[in-house]
């Protein structure tokens, strides 16, 4: 495709529901970020996946998030038990890195898709 | 914790008039600096990336300057128009700690009217 898709791009759940949100790069991306964003804030970082190998979680805000990339493409954020305090617009992005820290790396973000508990 | 002030917190001015945002961040070294712009009910698309070396960078009607010392950004836009109605978010990537990750900043959001 020619970016980044999410999907649902609007979910609603009841409170105590399981979501699974899924996110499609673009092909041939290597990199692959979850970020969450509250209303009215800026995007902040839950995950970062490289291939399929899930290299830093440690913006996952607790154990009823989870991320997978099994072939290292497309990629599910989980959330179970869902709370009020969880409604937000989960983006991702995908990058090509071009190699070592100081590349720019840029990232591309998808749509996003906004969870509402209620 | 890493921080990414900006300022204003939201603005409105006239099509045609030129604006200024700013970003402060509180902590250095950094790899690179980003501006990205969000439209409603959209993911960010960048609009420039400057390393700590770099001063300023161009993308048509947007100017981005960076002075390292002070630890201050600021994005310029010029000859506003209707479609630069968006959120303008100043985003850090830091080199310690940090990884791969970047810090975004809470964002300024612009208003183009008639």
């Known amino acids: 495709g020619a970016g980044v898709s999410q999907s649902p791009r609007y979910k609603v759940a009841k409170r105590g529901q399981d979501v699974a949100l899924r996110c499609d790069p673009i092909?041939?991306?290597?990199?692959l970020f979850w970020y969450q964003q509250a209303l009215g804030q800026g995007p902040e970082f839950l995950t970062y996946?490289?291939?399929?190998?899930?290299?830093?979680k440690s913006g996952l805000p607790s154990d009823r998030f989870f991320a997978e990339r099994p072939e290292g493409s497309v990629s599910t954020l989980k959330i179970q038990r869902t709370q009020q305090e969880d409604s937000a617009v989960y983006l991702c992005?995908?990058?090509?890195?071009?190699?070592?820290?100081?590349?720019?790396?840029?990232?591309?973000f998808g749509p996003g898709t906004r969870l509402t508990v209620l | 914790k890493n921080q990414v002030e900006q300022s204003p917190q939201s603005l409105i001015i006239l099509e045609g008039k030129n604006c200024t945002l700013q970003?402060?961040?509180?902590?250095?070294?950094?790899?690179?600096l980003r501006w990205y712009k969000q439209d409603t009910g959209r993911g960010p698309v960048s609009l420039t990336i400057m390393t700590f070396s770099e001063n300023t960078k161009s993308n048509g009607r947007y100017t981005a300057t960076l002075d390292a010392d002070t630890k201050q950004s600021s994005l310029h836009i010029t000859a506003s128009q209707l479609s630069d109605s968006a959120s303008y978010i100043c985003v850090v990537r830091f080199l310690t700690g940090g990884g791969n990750k970047l810090t975004f900043g809470t964002g300024t959001q612009l208003k183009v009217e008639l």
């Open positions: 996946f490289q291939n399929e190998a899930q290299l830093d």
């Open positions: 970003c402060n961040y509180t902590v250095s070294p950094f790899s690179n």
């Open positions: 092909s041939g991306h290597v990199s």
């Open positions: 992005a995908s990058s090509f890195p071009r190699g070592g820290k100081r590349s720019y790396n840029e990232q591309f």
